[in-house]
C-alpha cells in the first residue's frame, strides 16, 4: 500500500475508487465502506484510495479541544491496508484548506487531483468551508466531475450507529467487550516497558510497566484481562490502569503481569489487547490485601484466557 502526502503522485491511476475520513480506530462501520469501495475497485481493477487528512480537521478548528485516539497512524495504515486499500494520500488541513468552498475541493481535490470514478461516503458526510458540501451537491455535480456518487448508511449495532466517538466513550468507561463489538476486534494499545517500582514483584506479581503512550484514548482505571504481545509472541496476562492509590497518589501507569511465565521485557515495544474489565481502582487497606485481591484477579483472567481459547478452539473446528 502507497502513502502519500499530497496530490502528486496520483495522476493516471487506474480507475480511481475514493473514500474520504479520518478513519479513527477503522471499526466496522469503516470496514463496511471500504468493503463496498474495494468490491467496486476489484470489479473495474482500478485502484482504492483513502483519502483523509493530517493533523485531525478539529486539531486546526477547535485548537483547545482535548483529542485522543483509538489508534496510532502506524496502526491505522496497517488496518487499512488489510481492509484492501491500495494507496493513502494524506492532506495537511490548514486554515487556508478549511477555508476551502465545497466546490472548490469538489473540482480541485476529487476531479483534478484524484481523477475519481467512483467516490463512497457516509450519507451524512459534509465538506467545505462550514461544512456546506453535502451529499445532494455531490449526487448533481458528479456527472460533470466525472464520478459517481455512493451513500452508505451507517452500521447499526444495538440500535445505535457505530462511530469513533461512541467507541471512544466505550473504552473511557471499561466496557471493552462492547467496544470490541464496534471495532471488530479487541482495543489495544502499544508502548514500551519501563523500569517501575517494583511493588508487584515484592508481592507475588513482576510486572512489565508500559509508558503510556501519548494521544491514545486509555481504559478506564481499574484490572483487566488481557494478552500482551511481543513480536510473534502473545501471552495471557493481567493489567492494570491507574494511580496506585493504596500507596498514594502517584501518576497513572499501565502494569501487566504474565499469567504464565516470567520475561524480561525491559525496552521491548509490546501491544496490550484488552478482552474484559475485571474490576476498578481501589484503595486497600494493605499490600497484603491487595495480593489477595490479585491473587483472585489472575485466576479470574486465566478462566476468561480459558474460555476464549475454547471459543477458537470451536470457530476453527466447525
Known amino acids: 500500500m502507497r502513502v502519500l502526502h499530497g496530490l502528486q503522485g496520483c495522476a493516471g491511476l487506474p480507475f480511481p ?3 474520504i475520513g479520518n478513519f479513527d480506530g477503522v471499526h466496522v462501520g469503516h470496514r463496511a465502506v471500504l468493503h463496498l469501495a474495494c468490491g467496486r475497485v476489484r470489479a473495474q481493477c482500478g485502484t482504492a484510495i483513502v483519502l483523509t487528512f493530517e493533523p485531525h480537521p478539529l486539531l486546526v478548528l477547535a485548537p483547545g479541544v482535548e483529542l485522543k485516539f483509538l489508534n496510532d497512524p502506524e496502526e491505522k495504515l496497517a488496518l487499512l491496508e488489510d481492509a484492501g486499500v491500495d494507496m493513502v494520500v494524506r492532506l495537511p488541513f490548514t486554515q487556508a484548506f ?77 466496557a471493552m467487550e462492547e467496544a470490541a463489538l464496534l471495532l471488530g476486534r479487541a482495543y489495544h494499545l502499544k508502548g514500551t516497558v519501563v523500569q517501575g517500582s517494583r511493588r508487584g514483584g515484592e508481592m507475588g506479581f513482576p510486572t512489565a510497566n508500559v509508558l503510556p503512550p501519548d494521544g491514545r484514548v ?17 501471552w495471557g ?39 474484559e474489565r475485571l474490576r476498578g481502582d481501589h484503595t486497600f487497606e494493605s499490600a497484603d490485601a491487595l495480593a489477595r485481591q490479585m491473587a483472585d484477579d489472575v485466576e479470574r483472567a486465566r478462566d476468561i484466557a480459558r474460555k476464549r481459547s475454547g471459543a477458537t478452539a470451536r470457530s476453527l473446528s466447525s
Open 237 to 275: 496476562a493481567v493489567t492494570y490502569i491507574g494511580t496506585r492509590p493504596t500507596f498514594g497518589t502517584g501518576a497513572r501507569v499501565i502494569e501487566t503481569y504474565l499469567l504464565d511465565g516470567d520475561h524480561n521485557l525491559y525496552g521491548c515495544e509490546v501491544g496490550i489487547a484488552f478482552h
Open 17 to 19: 475508487v475514493v473514500t
Open 218 to 234: 486509555l481504559p478506564a482505571d481499574g484490572v483487566y484481562a488481557t494478552h500482551l504481545r511481543v513480536g510473534a509472541q502473545t
Open 98 to 174: 478549511a477555508a476551502q468552498t465545497a466546490e472548490e475541493f469538489m473540482a480541485q481535490v476529487l476531479r483534478d487531483g484524484l481523477d475519481t470514478r467512483d467516490l463512497y461516503v457516509g450519507e451524512n458526510f459534509r465538506f467545505g468551508k462550514d461544512r456546506r458540501g453535502t451529499i445532494h451537491m455531490l449526487r448533481d455535480a458528479g456527472p460533470q466531475m466525472g464520478f459517481t456518487i455512493h451513500a452508505i448508511s451507517p452500521v447499526v449495532v444495538d440500535g445505535m450507529p457505530v462511530s469513533s466517538t461512541r467507541i471512544r466513550d466505550l473504552v473511557q468507561a471499561g
